[in-house]
């Protein structure tokens, strides 16, 4: 396997098989994320004031720009980076108003820095006129983002950008989530092209890696 450059080992909880590559980094109810992990080199989006790494945030920025180009509007995030502690409260409002399907403290990727939500700005502004409870605005959003030229065109693009749709549609029952339209994660140019040129998920493209049956 080679080593890519730059990037930290990871231990494959599992297998006990090193992945040498953070941006790889599969966290899940399975694979639980320390309490203490925290990204570095994270910065602050200052439009939405949103954070996410660096990387992250650069590409997003390239890619908004080029669909903005290409005549659609301007893409927002609505959530990247996320402490344990601020997940933890998320799930202790969400389960208040009994909605048990948001990921607890410890098993989100947004934990990284890398994984993002994203939403058009009438999206935004379809939920926040309708005064959406936190609880409804998810399932709200994805059932209005998936609509979207801006979906479409993610579909097509992000992948250059180095970016992979999380929860597809027809991998929950590997990923353990539902379909979820809007949630984006950052992998890197070369995995995020080889990922979705194979029609994989992020777990099924890890196995493969790991087994080295992929390269
Ligand atoms: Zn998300």
Redesign the pocket.
């Known amino acids: 396997m080679r080593k890519a450059k730059g990037l930290s080992h990871y231990i494959y909880p599992k297998r006990g098989v090193i992945i040498y590559m953070e941006i790889l980094k599969l966290v899940s109810p399975s694979y639980p994320i320390s309490n203490t992990y925290r990204p570095i080199n994270l910065v602050q989006d200052p439009i939405t004031k949103v954070w996410l790494v660096k990387e992250a945030f650069e590409q997003f920025y390239k890619m908004n720009n080029v669909l903005q180009k290409e005549g659609l509007s301007s893409l927002c995030i609505s959530?990247g980076y996320r402490s344990y502690m601020y997940q933890q409260s998320l799930c202790a409002k969400k389960e208040k108003l009994g909605f048990n399907n948001i990921a607890k403290e410890g098993c989100?990727e947004?934990q990284l820095g890398i994984?993002?939500?994203l939403m058009t700005t009438p999206v935004i502004n379809d939920t926040r006129n309708n005064d959406l409870s936190v609880t409804n605005l998810n399932n709200r959003s994805l059932q209005v983002f998936d609509l979207t030229f801006h979906k479409q065109w993610l579909d097509i693009n992000s992948a250059d950008f180095g970016f992979i749709l999380r929860y597809p549609f027809d991998k929950s029952y590997i990923t353990g989530v539902p379909y979820?339209a809007?949630?984006y994660r950052y992998v890197g140019v070369s995995h995020a092209k080889k990922i979705v040129k194979n029609g994989l998920c992020l777990e099924e493209y890890i196995e493969m890696h790991t087994s080295m049956r992929y390269f």
């Open positions: 959530s989100s947004h994984a993002m939500d979820k809007y949630h």
